[in-house]
């Protein structure tokens, strides 16, 4: 693809639709745009110039500009994205949400909020909270990624199993349009079959049709009692072989079924310097239990913990006070950090199964491990199947050793995920790091309907070019 360069006339365009003090080329600066926490392969490609919109009209501005003059654009939310999404492959403008970033509307009548994208997906939590209600959309980087990077990579996290990832919650989206029109798919209605949900194709689009500006979200009422379960267990095969019993015979949907095995709780703890109870297990669930009522809140989660007993479970520690529960959640959502910090070579996974298959799946990494003799460790979302397995890079391997036993680990480990009935990415998107795998779960028909999207939204293709399927 052949783009043009970021010229003197087209910095003073762009300063003259944001202002110079949302324009930066400092390089200090655009290093920081040129790349996300994706660690392996980590891509850093310098973009040309960053641009901090802080209205609609401005980035639909900026983008009528892009496509004239056949620059690229790379939308940016917090960069916490791990496949590569917010690099700037072709350099060009970066486009930073970042000053977009007021909570606009919360209206109680209809159970919506509606916010810029900018705003970090937390402070929607905390807000909602305040008002007695519920933002049910939780990743674990839900204190620093932003609510539209959510959107285009339709987050998932702790909740999905009883609430669904991000696009569950999403009612509407107004989207300036790679020609910088501007316009609005759904609205606060429930219901809607005008026409294609065009909501839901923006959803998990990881910012290639459109740029998401501003965003409709769907509220819940926030339950009253909420109980965590930690819950060890001696071996990695009866904590995974229990995850569908608890739906199954325990006949409620819990919040969160999360697992962790014995290396990542270890690291992590290591990290913190924090502690779990029982960490000499070999895997740990957390199942969330929430209501109204206390005491069906206690029945639900007596029951629970006996199914937990009969199944193998070395203990059941109950956390029913917020100070318990943040102490096991810390150490839950802080695992991809700590391997980040105690394996700075390592690429972390984000493989789905329907969850049936996760024992097998566990198994299968198990054999990947010992065939290519590299480490494995694995935690994630039992409860949607979503295993989060990161290879970590052995110091005695020289890097050459290291990525040649990962290019073979990861092949398995994507063929065995297929042939589970899974794909390879649940909730991180394909961005870059994946992109040249799609055609091992997707038909040549998906992959050309995907094209055809791409060019219909952005004939030039223009906005946040490279990412999902290969053009060139
Ligand atoms: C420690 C850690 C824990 C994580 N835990 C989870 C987890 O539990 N669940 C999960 O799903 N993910 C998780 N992630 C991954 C990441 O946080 C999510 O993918 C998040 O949604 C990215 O948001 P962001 O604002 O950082 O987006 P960025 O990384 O900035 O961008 C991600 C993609 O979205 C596009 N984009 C951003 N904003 C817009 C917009 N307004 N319009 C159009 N396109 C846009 C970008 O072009 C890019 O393709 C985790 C990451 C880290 C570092």
């Not at 916490?80 to 486009?95: E, H, K, N």
């Amino acid at each position: 693809m052949k783009y043009n360069k970021v010229n003197e006339r087209i910095i003073r365009r762009l300063k003259k639709i944001v202002g110079e003090r949302n324009v930066t080329t400092d390089p200090e600066k655009l290093e920081i745009y040129s790349h996300d926490e994706e660690g392996h392969p980590r891509v850093e490609v310098m973009p040309e110039v960053v641009v901090f919109p802080e209205t609609t009209q401005q980035v639909s501005k900026i983008m009528k500009l892009a496509n004239e003059e056949l620059i690229p654009v790379t939308p940016r939310g917090a960069g916490t994205g791990l496949s590569g999404g917010a690099v700037p492959l072709y350099r060009g403008i970066v486009l930073s949400l970042e000053k977009m970033n007021r909570i606009l509307e919360l209206d109680e009548k209809n159970l919506t909020i509606t916010v810029e994208p900018g705003v970090v997906t937390g402070e929607i939590q905390k807000f909602a909270n305040r008002h007695g209600l519920l933002y049910a959309g939780d990743p674990c980087s839900g204190d620093s990624s932003f609510i539209g990077g959510n959107v285009a990579e339709n987050a998932g996290g702790n909740k999905v199993i009883k609430y669904g990832p991000t696009g569950s919650h999403v009612l509407g989206l107004e989207v300036v349009l790679p020609n910088g029109e501007v316009t609005f798919f759904g609205g606060k209605r429930v219901k809607d079959v005008t026409g294609y949900n065009f909501v839901q194709l923006m959803i998990g689009s990881e910012g290639t049709l459109g740029i998401v500006t501003k965003i409709v979200l769907r509220l819940l009422p926030l339950p009253k009692y909420v109980v965590d379960l930690l819950v060890p267990f001696k071996t990695m095969k009866e904590a995974i072989d229990f995850v569908p019993i608890i739906v199954r015979e325990g006949k409620i949907v819990p919040t969160s079924i999360e697992f962790m095995d014995r290396p990542s709780l270890l690291l992590t703890e290591q990290f913190l310097n924090a502690k779990l109870p029982y960490d000499d297990a070999e895997a740990q669930l957390i199942i969330e239990l929430e209501g109204n009522n206390k005491s069906a809140v206690e029945d639900d989660y007596e029951r629970i913990g006996n199914l937990c007993f009969e199944h193998g479970a070395l203990e059941v520690f109950v956390a029913d006070n917020r100070n318990t529960r943040e102490r096991i959640w810390r150490i839950r959502k802080s695992i991809a950090e700590a391997v980040n910090a105690l394996y700075p070579a390592n690429c972390l996974e984000d493989v789905v199964v329907p969850t049936s298959n996760i024992p097998e799946l566990m198994r299968e990494v198990d054999e990947i491990s010992r065939k290519h003799n590299v480490k494995a460790i694995s935690y994630g979302h039992a409860g949607d199947g979503n295993v989060h397995v990161t290879f970590l890079k052995d110091e005695k391997d020289s890097e050459e050793v290291w990525i040649k036993k990962l290019k073979a680990a990861l092949e398995d480990l994507y063929s065995i995920t297929k042939n589970l009935g899974g794909t390879i990415s649940g909730e991180h998107g394909i961005g870059l790091k994946r992109r040249d795998y799609v055609e091992l779960v997707l038909d040549k028909a998906q992959i050309e309907l995907i094209k055809s999207v791409k060019r219909a939204f952005d004939p030039n293709l223009i906005l946040n070019p490279g990412k999902i399927v290969r053009f060139e």
